[in-house]
């Protein structure tokens, strides 16, 4: 499907390796995001999470990063064609490039879908686009987190979601670099299964951790259906609800 389409904005995805899913809209929809007057979207993609950001908050900036040129320019027809062209920019450079000319502490907020395969695991992507955007070849936990460190506000956030195994990895590899785990959801795909995936928010300044559970589908009567906190996080987005 090469158009998305969401209650207020669609996207265009048919030049980007990695599609519109369930984890980028979850995300998307579940970053605190509300008192945020910058944000940053590390590895935007098709743009999702920075327009879903640019819908939920009326009053910020939003600035995102892609470094395959097909989607930053996928991305930037998107945020264009969107009703928030005017708070929303993207630029064609890593988060590594970026810090390097930029500000210290100037994002309220910062989100990302980041890559978490590694290649030295043996999973084999044959496509190179797909590769970049899954695997952490060309950007690590460590460089992300380092990165990010540099470019967020004492008293702003760093939210993303990752696959359990590697969402536990990151989370102790936040703590060895001062973060503080404010948020951590484990996200269940259907009732009665293990979760298999983390909604993760880290801060710097101390906070107790708010630790919940989010099933995206449940069973009735035989039949799936999803979830009312799947169906409330996402109302205002997907046109199914």
């Given at each position: 499907?090469?158009?998305f389409r969401f209650k207020q904005f669609e996207i265009q995805q048919d030049k980007c390796a990695m599609k519109i899913g369930t984890d980028g809209v979850l995300l998307g929809a579940w970053a605190n995001i509300a008192q945020a007057s910058s944000i940053l979207d590390?590895?935007?993609?098709?743009?999702?999470?920075?327009?879903?950001?640019?819908?939920?908050?009326?009053?910020?900036?939003?600035?995102?990063?892609?470094?395959?040129?097909?989607?930053?320019?996928?991305?930037?027809?998107?945020?264009?064609?969107?009703?928030?062209?005017?708070?929303?920019?993207?630029?064609?450079?890593?988060?590594?490039?970026?810090?390097?000319?930029?500000?210290?502490?100037?994002?309220?907020?910062?989100?990302?879908?980041?890559?978490?395969?590694?290649?030295?695991?043996?999973?084999?992507?044959?496509?190179?686009?797909?590769?970049?955007?899954?695997?952490?070849?060309?950007?690590?936990?460590?460089?992300?987190?380092?990165?990010?460190?540099?470019?967020?506000?004492?008293?702003?956030?760093?939210?993303?979601?990752?696959?359990?195994?590697?969402?536990?990895?990151?989370?102790?590899?936040?703590?060895?670099?001062?973060?503080?785990?404010?948020?951590?959801?484990?996200?269940?795909?259907?009732?009665?299964?293990?979760?298999?995936?983390?909604?993760?928010?880290?801060?710097?300044?101390?906070?107790?951790?708010?630790?919940?559970?989010?099933?995206?589908?449940?069973?009735?009567?035989?039949?799936?259906?999803?979830?009312?906190?799947?169906?409330?996080?996402?109302?205002?987005?997907?046109?199914?609800?």
């Amino acid at each position: 499907m090469s158009t998305f389409r969401f209650k207020q904005f669609e996207i265009q995805q048919d030049k980007c390796a990695m599609k519109i899913g369930t984890d980028g809209v979850l995300l998307g929809a579940w970053a605190n995001i509300a008192q945020a007057s910058s944000i940053l979207d590390i590895g935007t993609g098709t743009g999702v999470l920075a327009l879903m950001s640019a819908q939920r908050n009326s009053n910020a900036f939003v600035h995102a990063l892609e470094i395959d040129q097909n989607a930053f320019s996928q991305a930037s027809d998107n945020l264009k064609n969107s009703p928030w062209q005017n708070r929303l920019t993207v630029a064609h450079q890593s988060i590594q490039q970026y810090i390097e000319h930029s500000p210290i502490g100037i994002f309220d907020s910062i989100i990302s879908n980041p890559p978490y395969f590694k290649i030295e695991t043996g999973t084999v992507i044959q496509n190179t686009a797909r590769r970049q955007a899954r695997s952490t070849d060309a950007l690590t936990f460590t460089t992300l987190l380092d990165c990010v460190g540099k470019i967020l506000h004492p008293l702003g956030n760093f939210s993303v979601i990752l696959p359990t195994q590697e969402g536990t990895e990151f989370m102790q590899l936040a703590i060895e670099k001062k973060f503080i785990i404010k948020r951590c959801i484990k996200v269940i795909p259907r009732e009665g299964k293990a979760s298999n995936r983390f909604l993760i928010e880290l801060v710097f300044y101390d906070t107790p951790i708010q630790e919940d559970t989010l099933i995206i589908r449940t069973i009735e009567k035989g039949n799936h259906h999803y979830t009312a906190e799947f169906k409330q996080l996402h109302k205002d987005f997907l046109l199914a609800f």
